[in-house]
Each structure stands twice: as structure tokens, then as C-alpha cells.
């Protein structure tokens, strides 16, 4: 596997629009790529589940979790003037959305749209950042009328990115969490592995976890791995501190994040195995930001879970970026995991 | 030639005040089949000369419509685990609560523009306070994606750096994208001098591509010197309403170009362009503006010795925002009175005061 035909599966899994409670066009776009390769199913939740065989003798059943959803928006009111009111799916940074132009809707009714606010020569407060309720999307509907035709309540609204290289970097929308559904995608063909490998593409992670939750206790896996996409902040500053994790320094191990603490022998073994393959990974700072884990390692009887997330700045952004070589090295981390991995490492 | 693509092409081109030669150079190619006379002065102005019919010499119409938008500016780098990021400054009224999330063109001195993101750090390290406040401006750096040595070899300080937005066809012929403040009005004077093509009339025509609008009316103040013409439209965009701007701030969108009143016009201009725009049955709405109009209008009225000017504006929501929207509609009734307006001037017409008729 290579940097370049990964980072093309990220740039082209970018551009898809799959909303939390949405993500039929995530689902339809794996199909079309998996189905030859792996048994997959959907469950009421919207989870894409490819169950993989082991090659020989299954040593364990292992779950990898990669959520398809991101973060998004959603029509909940229209204005007399014809604009939308909107509300958020998933969470946004207060400060982001004024000058942003979006997408309202799907497929082939999909409509361009704009959050515009008041003219700086106008506004009495230029330092606040506008609140979401006092926000609006202007897709050039005239009245009242014609918007709640043309983008009816619950409408989604995505950010209209198409990604690209950049510098040594890719930029696009939604890396959060298609990262890790390329990883996911890219073992399930590269696979069988020695391990009976479920691939769990889920849903509604960015509204609380709650695909993974459901799968988690479906499925009942051995030992789980959540691929995800997590916040850098390793931008300039002022003081030195250390941050959560850094673009270009290989895949974050989480040793405990908000929600979940990751088994001390299950990290100790990612580590040994990344440092027996000279893989370069880091440690994600503790107590920063929650993932799938979070319901998965509290799933049934328990199960073991190591989260292991690329690098990503301006996350929940139109324009996250992420370095191609983290992308590579937490494919090559994971693929190495799959191999070596035993019951031991999973024991109480 | 179709409204939009001539304004999609006008909102791409590059343009920041003091930079204006990438738009310039695309303006001139668009004007050229339509004027006798072509050139640029000492600040970049783009100025174009379409004779009139009339004996010489012949009264002559300044339109002004500046070419250059709002920007920012390198000003330094910064550096973080060896990744390069420019740190930056506006050039004009840059509204720093429009930042995140844009992407930008940055332009190097020599070499291709390079792309970069708008960067600031993310919210869960800021303070309570801090994540509710827009981001000041030592918080703000675009990342291109590049290591610091790469980033020093190719951007220099003062590189200018341009929005990168798509421009967008909405429902109702309303459109949006950068920069529509004022490549808009340099659509409305296009579409005039094509439509005039077809016409005749006594005045000369001196259309200017004004530079340096946005950060002090500079180009306006040279270009009405070096023309002195006899009266001048200056043509800008306007507030149009929006969902937090009312009828007390702004004119209505769809409701056609507004003609600006009060101590920055001349009443005679003003009351020419009310009654060639009654007489076509173009929609066209009355903006009151009690002191300055910020636009070329206020820098070309106190030229030489004082020169009658007016104000054409297109109604603009979300104003110097990489999403202004306009509607193609107010834009093609403002081309269509302009170029009524210019039609109508008689060769021996002369903008007076009320007071002097008949004196």
C-alpha cells in the first residue's frame, strides 16, 4: 500500500456528503468498492458492517471502527425573507461559520448557498463571534415560501469543499472522519488477515457515539480499534505547551481521552509494534477530546479499545488538513496490528 | 455578452489595492473593442476614452468604478515543529470575522500563486472567553501546507494575498462570490460601453478602472485630476437588507441601481439619472446619504475645481465578506440606465445649479 493511493481514497471519500442519521452516500460509496471483497450488512442504525474471514485458524475477532458521518448542518426554520435558519449537527467552533458558503441538500437537488452577516460598516460589535441562532443561509430564495420548497425542514446543509493537495498536505471537508474509513476500506481489501476482522463503518458518531454504541453490542468483539481523526494544535503560540497531537509526527495513541482509558497492555502492544516496524507514532495528550471509544469499551461485558488517530488541523472545519505519511504510517501501524496480534494481548 | 460569466470572470481575477495589474490587465482586454483610446496612469489606473458625436471640444463624462478589493497582506512568518506559517495584516476593510474556514491565494512577487488556508488555533485551547471573541489579528496565519524553509524561499513579506471563493449562481438570477465590491460596477460600466456601441452620443465617454478605493479613494483622486471631465458618475456597491439589516441602513435588493442624494451629488445629475431611469421604466431606488459616501464619488467632487458627480450603486448583501451577493438583475438595470443616461446628454448640456436657470 502506498501514500499516493491512499491519500487519492481520502481525497475522493472527502468530497462525499454523509450527514449524522445521513450517510446512505458513504454506505452506497464502500459497497460499490467492498462488496466484491466482504460480507456487508446495514443495521437500523446505518452502520456499514463487512465481516472478513481470517485467513487460516482465527486467532481473535477484532472490530475496526471508522465513523462515516460528519459534521453538518440542518434547515430548521425559514425566514420571511426567504432565508434559512439552521441548526448544528454535530459541533461547530462558534467563530467559524460567517463567510462560509455551503451546500444545502443532496444529490441532484443540492443547492449552493452563503452565511453572510451583517456588513463590518454596519455591525455595532465586530470582536463577538454571531451566535448559530443568529445565523442564516441565503440560497436566493425571495420569500418564505419558495425556501421551505426548496430546502424543506431538515434539509442538511455540508460544507461545498472539494479537496486537494496542498503544499505537502491534503485539504478537504469531513477528514474527520474519513481517514479512518480509508484505513478501514483499504485493510478490508488488502485483507483476510490472520484474524476474523469486522470492519464497522458507523453512523452518528459526531452526535454522541451512537452507531458504535449499537454495534459494539452486537458484534461483541474480542479487542476493538477505533480509527479516527483527531484535533492538531500544534500552530505557533506564545507559551509552550504541549500539544494534542502534531501533523507529520505518524498515527496518536490515545492513552486516555475524556471518555475512555485504553488498557495498559493493549497501548503497550501498539507501541512494541510500532517501534518493532519502525513505524514514527506519538502519544495523543490525555484528557483532549472523546471518541467512539467511548462506547465501545463499556459495550456488554467490556471489550478492549485503543483509539489511534491521524493528526488533523482545523478539524470540523471546510478546510481540515492532514499529512499523506500519517495517513501511510497509521495504515502500516494497523495492518501490523492485525498480523501480530494475540489473545494474550486482550487477557485480563 | 452574458451577464454572469462577465461578472464570474470580473470576482475571479486578482486585483488587492496597490496590486491591481492582474484585474487591470483582464479589464483592458474587455473594453478594448468598445473605446478609441486605451492607457494607464502613474497610480494604475485603467482609463478608456469612447468619443462622442458632438463638435469638439466636447463635454466629457467620467465614470469611475474601482477595480481593487479588499486583501491581506504577508507580514511576517511563524514557525511550529518545522511546519512555515505567514503571519498577516489587512489591506482595506478586511472583516476579520470572516476568516475561518476561507481558503486564499497568496502571490509571490515571482513565481506562481501559491494556496494556503486560513489558520488560528483550535477552540479547546482558548479560554471560555476567548472561543466567543473573533480571533485578533497575532492569532491569525495562513498555512500553506509547507515546511519553513520551503515557505521563506518562495513567500516574501508584503506578498499580497487574495480570497479564494468559488463564485455561485443562487435561485432568482442572485449571485454570490469576493470581490463583487466593486468588480460589480466595473460590470455595469462593461455592459454600457458594449450597449453604447449601438448608440450615439455628444459626450465623450472616459470609463476609469480606479485603483487604491478600498484603502483611501487615492486612484479617484488622481484619475478626476488627470481627466478633469465636465460631470462624473462614480459607481459602487451598496447595503442591500439582509436578515439582520433593515430598511434604515439599506436599499432593497431586486429593487434596481440606487442613486445616491445629498451634499456629496449634484442635484442636476441626480435629478437627470431620476428622469432618464422614469422615462426607460427602470426600476431604480433613491439612497439618502447624509455625510461621506466612501466611494470614488467623495475624492472626485473636490477635484480641480470642483466637479458634478453622482453615485450609481448595485444593492450588495453581506458586503466586503467572501459571499456578497448580488442580484443580475439590479445589475443589468443599472447598465441599461447608465447607458440611457449617457445617451441623453445633449452636447450643449451643462450640469447647473436650480438657482441658475434662466441666469
Redesign the interface.
Same mark, same amino acid.
Request: aromatic share 4%; hydrophobic share 40%; no cysteine.
Given at each position: 500500500m502506498d501514500r499516493e493511493a491512499l491519500s487519492e481514497r481520502l481525497l475522493r471519500f472527502s468530497d462525499i456528503r454523509a450527514a449524522s442519521g445521513a450517510e446512505k452516500a458513504m454506505r452506497r460509496e464502500l459497497r460499490r468498492m467492498l462488496a466484491d471483497k466482504v460480507e456487508l450488512r446495514t443495521d437500523a442504525l446505518g452502520n456499514l458492517i463487512a465481516r472478513q474471514p481470517a485467513e487460516g485458524r482465527p486467532r481473535l475477532r477484532v472490530m475496526v471502527d471508522a465513523h462515516m458521518d460528519e459534521v453538518s448542518l440542518m434547515v430548521v426554520g425559514h425566514?420571511a425573507?426567504g +432565508?434559512l435558519l439552521i441548526g448544528g449537527v454535530g459541533g461547530f467552533? @462558534? =467563530?467559524? &461559520? %460567517?463567510? &462560509?458558503?455551503v451546500v444545502v441538500g443532496e444529490g441532484e437537488a443540492a443547492? /449552493? !448557498?452563503?452565511?453572510? $452577516? #451583517? /456588513? $463590518?460598516?454596519?455591525a455595532d460589535d465586530? #470582536?463577538? @463571534?454571531?451566535p448559530m441562532r =443568529?445565523l442564516?443561509v441565503? $440560497? !436566493?430564495?425571495?420569500k418564505k415560501d419558495?425556501a421551505q420548497r426548496?430546502a424543506p425542514l431538515g434539509t442538511r446543509i455540508y460544507?461545498?469543499t472539494r479537496s486537494?493537495r496542498?503544499?505537502? *498536505?491534503l +485539504?478537504g471537508k469531513a477528514f474527520d472522519d474519513r481517514v479512518g474509513c480509508t484505513i478501514l476500506a483499504t485493510l478490508l481489501l488488502e485483507g483476510p488477515w490472520p484474524v476474523e476482522l469486522y470492519g464497522l463503518f458507523s453512523a452518528q458518531e459526531e452526535v454522541g457515539a451512537r452507531g458504535a454504541q449499537v454495534a459494539a453490542q452486537t458484534l461483541q468483539p474480542d479487542v476493538a480499534f477505533v480509527l479516527e481523526g483527531t484535533?492538531a494544535?500544534? &500552530? %505557533?503560540?506564545e507559551e509552550e *505547551?504541549s %500539544? +494534542?497531537t502534531?501533523?507529520?509526527?505518524g498515527p496518536a495513541l490515545s492513552i486516555f481521552d475524556r471518555r475512555a482509558a485504553t488498557p495498559a497492555p493493549l497501548l503497550r502492544f501498539a507501541i512494541e509494534v510500532a517501534e518493532a516496524g519502525g513505524i514514527p507514532f506519538q502519544l495523543k495528550r490525555p484528557q483532549?477530546?472523546g471518541t467512539n471509544a467511548s462506547r465501545i469499551h463499556s459495550a456488554g461485558i467490556g471489550i478492549p479499545t485503543l483509539t489511534i488517530s491521524m493528526p488533523s488541523?482545523? $478539524?470540523h472545519?471546510?478546510?481540515a &488538513?492532514v499529512d499523506p505519511d500519517d495517513l501511510l504510517h497509521t495504515y502500516r501501524l494497523m495492518a501490523s496490528i492485525l498480523r501480530v496480534i494475540t489473545p494474550a494481548v486482550v487477557q485480563p | 455578452m452574458e451577464t454572469t460569466a462577465l461578472l464570474r470572470q470580473l470576482s475571479e481575477a486578482v486585483g488587492p489595492p496597490g496590486y491591481e495589474a492582474p484585474v487591470a490587465e483582464l479589464i483592458e482586454r474587455l473594453w478594448r473593442p468598445y473605446v478609441d483610446e486605451l492607457r494607464r496612469d502613474p497610480l494604475g489606473n485603467l482609463i478608456a476614452r469612447r468619443r462622442g458625436s458632438g463638435a469638439e471640444p466636447r463635454p466629457v463624462l467620467l465614470l469611475a468604478a474601482h477595480m481593487d478589493e479588499i486583501a491581506l497582506l504577508v507580514s511576517g512568518y511563524a514557525e511550529a515543529y518545522g511546519h512555515g506559517y505567514l503571519r498577516i495584516e489587512p489591506i482595506g476593510g478586511i472583516d476579520r470575522r470572516v476568516l475561518l474556514g476561507q481558503r486564499v491565494w497568496v502571490h509571490p512577487r515571482d513565481g506562481e500563486p501559491l494556496p494556503g488556508l486560513i489558520a488560528t488555533p483550535p477552540p479547546h485551547i482558548l479560554s471560555q472567553s476567548e472561543r466567543k471573541k473573533v480571533p485578533p489579528w497575532d492569532h491569525l496565519f495562513i498555512d500553506p501546507g509547507l515546511p519553513i524553509e520551503q515557505l521563506e524561499a518562495r513567500v516574501r513579506i508584503g506578498d499580497p494575498i487574495t480570497f479564494r471563493a468559488d463564485y455561485l449562481e443562487l435561485k432568482n438570477r442572485r449571485v454570490a462570490g469576493k470581490a463583487f465590491d466593486n468588480r460589480v460596477s466595473v460590470a455595469v460600466v462593461t455592459l454600457a460601453l458594449a450597449a453604447l456601441l449601438e448608440r450615439t452620443h455628444a459626450w465623450d465617454i472616459v470609463a476609469v478602472a480606479t485603483v487604491q478605493e478600498e484603502v483611501g479613494l487615492y486612484g479617484a483622486t488622481t484619475a478626476a485630476y488627470g481627466v478633469a471631465p465636465t460631470a462624473a458618475v462614480a459607481l459602487d456597491g451598496t447595503f442591500a437588507r439582509q436578515h439582520d439589516v433593515g430598511e434604515d441602513e439599506a436599499v432593497a435588493l431586486d429593487g434596481g441601481p440606487a442613486i445616491g442624494v445629498g451634499p456629496n451629488f449634484h442635484p442636476y445629475l441626480v435629478d437627470r439619472l431620476k428622469e432618464v431611469a422614469e422615462h426607460h421604466e427602470i426600476a431604480h431606488q433613491i439612497e439618502a446619504i447624509p455625510r461621506g459616501s466612501g466611494t470614488d464619488a467623495w475624492a472626485i467632487q473636490v477635484s480641480r475645481e470642483g466637479i458634478p458627480t453622482a453615485l450609481l450603486s448595485v444593492p450588495m448583501r453581506y458586503m466586503h465578506q467572501p459571499v456578497e451577493l448580488l442580484s443580475l438583475r439590479d445589475v443589468e438595470r443599472a447598465a441599461r440606465l447608465l447607458t440611457e443616461f449617457i445617451a441623453d446628454l445633449r452636447a450643449d448640456e451643462r450640469p447647473v445649479w436650480e438657482d441658475e436657470h434662466g441666469s
Open positions: 425566514a425573507d +432565508t467552533d @462558534a =467563530r467559524l &461559520l %460567517p463567510g &462560509l458558503s443547492l /449552493p !448557498g452563503v452565511i453572510g $452577516i #451583517k /456588513p $463590518i460598516h454596519l465586530w #470582536k463577538s @463571534a454571531t =443568529r442564516r441565503d $440560497i !436566493g430564495a425571495g419558495e426548496l460544507f461545498p486537494e496542498m503544499g505537502a *498536505r +485539504t484535533i494544535d500544534d &500552530l %505557533p503560540r *505547551r %500539544p +494534542t502534531i501533523v507529520g509526527r483532549a477530546s488541523r482545523y $478539524i472545519s471546510p478546510v &488538513l | -
